[in-house]
Nanobody, 123 residues
């Protein structure tokens, strides 16, 4: 019903920048919150940043001032601009979308996760 395509991960040196993208497609009627989570080896998945349909954002203290979340509603895409990257930012980053989809004659609320994109910060 809903597919998420993530891109933009990779290897970057400390202090560098990356931009992650996540595009949603499918029988989507509306998208509520969109967000990025990350999971480092041996750690639990944690919220990095989220953004509502109205543009209100919530950013983890650990990345505040360095990471910026944004979205393009027309493209059903959420972005995460990551600046001043640190080795501790190394993780798999997952896109998360809360949306309403067509399900036969009905509407259904879904929470969808992307497959993840690896970000490695290392010299």
């Amino acid at each position: 019903q809903v597919q998420l395509v993530e891109s933009g991960g990779g290897l970057v040196q400390p202090g560098g920048s990356l931009r992650l993208s996540c595009a949603a497609s499918g029988t989507i009627l509306s998208i509520k919150a969109m967000g990025w989570y990350r999971q480092a080896p041996g750690k639990q998945r944690e919220l990095v940043a989220s953004i509502t349909s109205g543009g209100d954002t919530n950013t983890a203290d650990s990345v505040k001032g360095r990471f910026t979340i944004s979205r393009d509603n027309a493209k059903k895409t959420v972005y995460l601009r990551m600046n001043s990257l640190k080795p501790e930012d190394t993780a798999v980053y997952y896109c998360n979308v809360n949306c309403t989809v067509v399900a036969g004659p009905f509407e259904q609320d879904l929470e969808v996760w992307g497959h993840g994109t690896l970000v490695t910060v290392s010299s």
